[in-house]
């Protein structure tokens, strides 16, 4: 279990990536990798640092064969946390769907009872500076979410011409379509390239009628969670589900499921994760049907026999399609038991 531990226990504001080996010698081998640091190795598997150099540039979790191997490289989720400049009306209803969603928010005014309000409404931080000054001892990375909300275009604008730079999970920006082209246009008379500009969710929200400070928060919360589960090829490791697995009290043996690459159309992502237990129970789901059903056999069939298993599903055929599978894609699933 010293693998699922240290999983619990890693530093998510770093770059974590899990490499596991899904066919070919060594087949369950893997490492466990934070800032480029290996803090895990199990396994047979010697020839890390060979395989390492592979990892991919676009880090997306996927499977390349590295020679005689199959290896699965699994990017894991930073934490989140979102950046709410401006501590106005919907700043307080985005406060406390933030508390909901169990996403850290951090709220930026340079006026004192404003931040004052933030703290009230549940804000985790809050900074009480000129927005210029709050923004350059904020660094960003592929986590932060931030939500310009101010109450004025210029102080968006300061804002923006900040936030634009740093490296960031989205950038939203309120305003009407004229004060946002003022915006937009100023900064890149300013140098900054259209196409970044482009990237910037202005105005911000899903467009979902909204008039109150209530509803244009519900509109940018959806879009922000529209956007981070979009981030597609990322591990599932969840919380729940390392928790499930160490839970003492459900000692049943257990094998995890891996959705590690898709061709096509499937119910589900690349990383997706399902725990078969001994009993038969399941945790999680990678997409129901008869691939799920079949693949539960296979992960009882994997504990009873000890080993791990690479497992090819094709959903193209007239055989598929009769079976209800009605995606149309390929997936390949590995099946290892937990140790």
């Known amino acids: 279990m010293d693998f699922y531990n240290l999983l619990k226990q890693i530093d998510k504001n770093k770059e974590n990536l899990v490499i596991t080996i899904i066919s ?16 895990y190795k199990g396994g047979n598997e010697n020839d890390w640092d060979e395989i390492i150099k592979y990892t991919p540039e676009n880090k997306k979790s996927q499977a390349l064969t590295i020679n005689d191997k199959k290896v699965y490289f699994e990017f894991l989720r930073q934490s989140y946390k979102l950046i709410v400049c401006g501590a106005g009306h919907i700043s307080m209803a985005v406060i406390k769907m933030c508390k909901l969603l169990d996403l850290p928010v951090t709220v930026i005014d340079d006026r004192l009872t404003f931040t004052n309000n933030a703290l009230a409404a549940g804000a985790d931080e809050v900074i009480c500076q000129p927005f210029e000054q709050a923004l350059d001892g904020i660094k960003g990375d592929s986590g932060t979410f931030f939500v310009i909300v101010t109450r004025g275009h210029r102080y968006d604008q300061e804002c923006l011409e900040k936030i634009i730079h740093k490296e960031n999970a989205y950038i939203g920006m309120i305003g009407s379509r004229l004060r946002v082209k003022k915006v937009l246009d100023s900064l ?19 467009k979902i009628g909204a008039e109150t400070p209530a509803e244009i928060a519900v509109s940018i919360m959806a879009e922000i969670i529209e956007v981070k589960n979009k981030k597609a090829g990322f591990g599932a490791y969840s919380n729940e589900l390392i928790n499930y697995i160490l839970n003492e009290e459900n000692d049943i043996p257990k094998a995890l499921v891996t959705i590690v690459s898709r061709k096509g159309s499937s119910p589900r992502d690349v990383g997706t994760k399902m725990i078969v237990s001994k009993d038969g129970t399941m ?7 008869c691939v799920e059903a079949d693949i539960r056999q296979t992960a009882l069939s994997c504990l009873d026999n000890r080993e791990c298993r690479l497992v090819k599903v094709d959903m193209t ?4 399609e009769d079976d209800g599978m009605v995606c149309g894609g390929i997936i390949e699933i590995f099946v290892e038991p937990v140790i």
């Open 188 to 206: 890149e008379e300013k140098g900054i390239p259209r196409e970044k500009l482009d990237k910037v969710y202005t105005p911000i929200g899903l």
């Open 24 to 39: 070919g010698e060594n087949t369950g081998s893997k490492v466990i990798l934070s800032d480029g640091e290996i803090l």
């Open 283 to 289: 945790k999680g789901t990678i997409g129901g049907g």
């Open 317 to 320: 055929g007239q055989e598929a």
